[in-house]
């Protein structure tokens, strides 16, 4: 089994910073792209950003370039994202997501993590 653990949500005043980890852990090979999404209430849950393995970055969400680095530490399996500058409307549950190739398997599998809840407010 896989499984992808986040820490470091929580509630933080706005002008603040949150950095948030993703541990993969259990039987993998490697693991090509992980990311963070996330869904705020009523909304589409939404790409945040991507490393990939060699560490190429995409930062999809306009809304945060310039305020979130995404990074990864692949001897840990452990992604992070740095959030600076926190805005109310970057409350929202954020999700870690990796797709991951087991032992013997030749295409990757896409995982989800639990969901860490992040709440900016005053």
């Known amino acids: 089994q896989v499984q992808l653990v986040e820490s470091g949500g929580g509630l933080v005043q706005p002008g603040g910073s949150l950095r948030m980890s993703c541990a993969a852990s259990?039987?993998?090979?490697?693991?090509?792209?992980m990311g963070w999404y996330r869904q705020a209430p009523g909304k589409q849950r939404e790409l945040v950003a991507r490393?990939?393995?060699?560490?190429?970055?995409?930062i999809a969400a306009d809304s945060v370039k310039g305020r979130f680095t995404i990074s990864r530490d692949n001897g840990k399996n452990t992604v992070y994202l740095q959030m600076n500058s926190l805005k109310p409307e970057d409350t929202a549950v954020y999700y870690c997501?990796?797709?991951?190739?087991?032992?013997?398997?030749?295409?990757?599998?896409?995982?989800w993590g639990q969901g860490t809840q992040v709440t900016v407010s005053s």
């Open positions: 997501n990796a797709d991951i190739i087991r032992p013997g398997a030749k295409l990757p599998v896409n995982y």
């Open positions: 490393i990939t393995s060699d560490r190429r970055i995409e």
């Open positions: 259990g039987s993998i090979f490697s693991i090509n792209a």
